[in-house]
């Protein structure tokens, strides 16, 4: 950038060229060099805060000397310019071979700016970056207005004001022939103090107000000396806020859709902390996911019948022979969800009848329908007639009966994904009885029944439960260990202070996952989250495990120990551990460790040992029915001295 006024001395005097050089200055307003700022949250001109520098030399003829003064906030800059002679005298040779030869000095000032103006800006059409208007240069005729606007936001109405001395009011019409040359005019209206000028484009509104302020007032009569006046009309914050809708908008819709999205989030994690220990927590979970369970008496009568489970949309409205409801209702769940908690005693009552809760975990045979021959109703009430008695009653979860099932409306939808979030309670919650029923329908019950039976299925061509034969059905005989939410099931079941199998950790059932199938869809993303995060809290909230493990557990066993960092009490027995499951037992952190029958030889006494010379919270250590010689008891006795707390009972003797 070239310095302002730069040395360029004639051989006249001092003071003539001074003289001259006065009239040699000239100011222009380039409009749209920076995007204009709308309002508070509008950081573009942070990025474009240096387009002058790039900008505006470029568009200057070559021998001009200027300097540039920035108004960003309203989108432009003043740039104050000299002409010196020997540009003068290039703009006079350029003009002789044309027509309009200048004459005087501000002849050359218009016909420099009207190039700049006109001939160039215009035809190249120049774009600043982030700026949504074109590039247009305006000469300054009158005074830039000084005040400072940094805290306003210019508009495009603007205030027409006179100054005192101006006796002779212009006209709209006039006023009107002034204004429209900087930009699209669409209405002038007369006001008590001067005119309200309004344009269509606020960059216009301000090039008048920046190029026209303070100009001469030349009137037919008008003798004093008279100037313009301009003030920008700030216009109400809703009108500003509308008028920026392309802003505004997607700024409340995003934060809208923010809100909703971390208050689902929100909702969803919380439908997920149901204590598994707490008897209200399952009823609670039950109300707010609108699980309607079956009484066993319901599926007696089926049995009686010969009939097959019902959807639970059918199933609402079924009644037993003793006039009670098929489902529990809502209201008896809140009946005995207000029971004293003092006198529950982890139990639950109604009508003078104990209640015991009951889940079923088994395979879909078809798709239709998960017991097309009725071998798993049959199988339920095997499982769970005895808990039922004259002062008791056994409240069951089937899915097919207790969630609505497909097709489901907006509500139905709702209230299952709802619950779908927290399946797990009805698993893993220690109020509950679950039953597996790994087996499928055995292939002599099938043909029994084969060719006569029809079964009661929702039909989507007839938009309704039709009877039809069960050949017709799409079977599915996948095993219950390859389907993803039966092994989810099993696994949630698992989380109990008393099991024969250990919860797999997170890393492992993913794994599983992956190679299971789900009936309707992929659920195995909903399943390892919930996987994860139930096993995590319930390792942390555990404090005592009883195990009785096959073989292919103990490896999960040692996968799983680490996670369970409140443990108090391990008990295990008839498990084969070896020397690597009793050492992670050993360090897992609980102060009393029982090991019976766990084919413990001095192989695995010494890894016990190892373990105890750098675990110093084992109290008691109690292993009965092993094969250790005196050699391991030796070893044993050891390490026990190491931190003197350990109290170890070996095959009934204290060592």
């Not at 060099?33 to 002058?52: E, T």
Request: glycine share 6%.
């Amino acid at each position: 950038m070239q310095p302002l006024f730069g040395a360029c001395r004639c051989t006249a005097s001092l003071a003539a060229e001074q003289a001259a050089e006065a009239s040699y200055h000239g100011i222009l307003w380039v409009a749209n060099v920076y995007p204009r700022r709308v309002h508070c949250f509008d950081f573009r001109q942070i990025r474009a805060r240096y387009n002058h520098e790039t900008l505006i030399p470029r568009l200057l003829p070559e021998g001009l000397q200027f300097k540039i003064h920035p108004r960003r906030q309203e989108g432009g800059a003043f740039v104050h310019f000299r002409m010196p002679p020997t540009f003068i005298l290039q703009v006079m040779l350029a003009a002789r071979a044309g027509s309009g030869m200048p004459k005087t000095i501000d002849d050359i000032l218009f016909k420099v700016s009207q190039d700049m103006c006109g001939n160039f800006v215009k035809t190249h059409n120049v774009w600043s970056f982030l700026c949504p208007y074109p590039v247009r240069i305006h000469r300054v005729l009158g005074t830039p207005p000084t005040e400072d606007v940094t805290g306003q936001y210019p508009s495009s109405q603007i205030h027409v004001k006179f100054n005192a001395l101006a006796t002779i009011r212009p006209t709209e019409r006039q006023v009107y022939e002034v204004l429209r040359t900087y930009g699209q005019l669409e209405s002038v209206v007369a006001s008590p103090s001067g005119f309200i000028a309004n344009f269509r484009y606020i960059p216009a509104a301000i090039a008048v107000r920046n190029c026209l302020h303070g100009a001469p007032l030349q009137l037919k009569g008008q003798k004093e000396s008279a100037s313009w006046a301009f003030e920008y009309k700030q216009i109400s914050r809703w009108d500003r806020a509308s008028a920026n809708l392309l802003f505004w908008f997607p700024l409340y819709a995003s934060l809208i859709l923010s809100v909703l999205f971390f208050w689902d989030r929100l909702r969803a994690a919380s439908s997920c902390n149901y204590s598994l220990t707490d008897p209200n927590a399952f009823v609670r979970f039950l109300v707010e996911g609108d699980v309607r369970l079956v009484r066993l008496a319901y599926l007696l009568e089926l049995q009686r019948a010969q009939l097959s489970w019902p959807r639970r949309q059918e199933a609402e409205s079924a009644i037993l022979d003793t006039g009670e409801p098929a489902l529990v209702t809502l209201q008896e769940l809140r009946e005995i969800q207000s029971q004293d908690p003092l006198s529950q005693r982890g139990f639950f009552s109604r009508s003078g009848k104990l209640i015991r809760f009951g889940s079923v975990s088994h395979c879909w045979e078809s798709r239709e329908h998960p017991d097309p021959w009725g071998f798993q109703l049959n199988e339920a009430i095997r499982r769970f007639q005895q808990m039922e008695g004259e002062r008791s009653e056994v409240w069951l979860f089937v899915d097919f009966l207790c969630l609505h099932q497909y097709p489901r409306n907006k509500e139905q939808t709702y209230s299952f994904q709802r619950a779908l979030q927290a399946m797990h309670v009805l698993y893993a919650h220690e109020l509950v009885n679950v039953e597996t029923l790994r087996d499928l329908t055995p292939e002599f019950v099938r043909s029994k029944l084969q060719g006569g039976r029809k079964i009661a299925v929702y039909s989507t061509a007839h938009a309704r439960v039709e009877q039809v034969p069960v050949e017709s059905l799409m079977i599915n005989s996948v095993p219950y260990d390859q389907r993803g939410w039966c092994q989810a099931e099993e696994e949630w079941a698992s989380l109990r202070e008393t099991f024969e199998r250990v919860p797999t950790p997170p890393m492992l059932f993913s794994r599983r996952m992956d190679t299971c199938r789900f009936t309707h869809r992929d659920d195995s993303a909903l399943v390892k989250e919930l996987q994860e995060k139930i096993f995590k809290q319930k390792a942390k909230e555990t404090t005592k495990l009883n195990l009785q493990l096959l073989d292919d557990q103990v490896p999960v066993l040692c996968a799983a120990l680490p996670y369970y960092t409140n443990l108090e009490i391990v008990l295990v027995r008839d498990t084969k551990l070896g020397c690597e499951g009793a050492r992670v037992v050993v360090e897992s952190g609980a102060s009393h460790i029982h090991l019976d029958n766990c084919e413990l030889g001095d192989a695995e006494a010494n890894a016990i040992a190892k373990a105890l010379e750098k675990t110093a919270g084992v109290h008691q250590l109690s292993l009965r029915h092993t094969r250790i010689t005196p050699v391991g008891a030796d070893a044993l006795r050891r390490a026990g001295r190491i931190f003197g707390a350990v109290c170890i009972n070996l095959d009934g003797q204290k060592i």
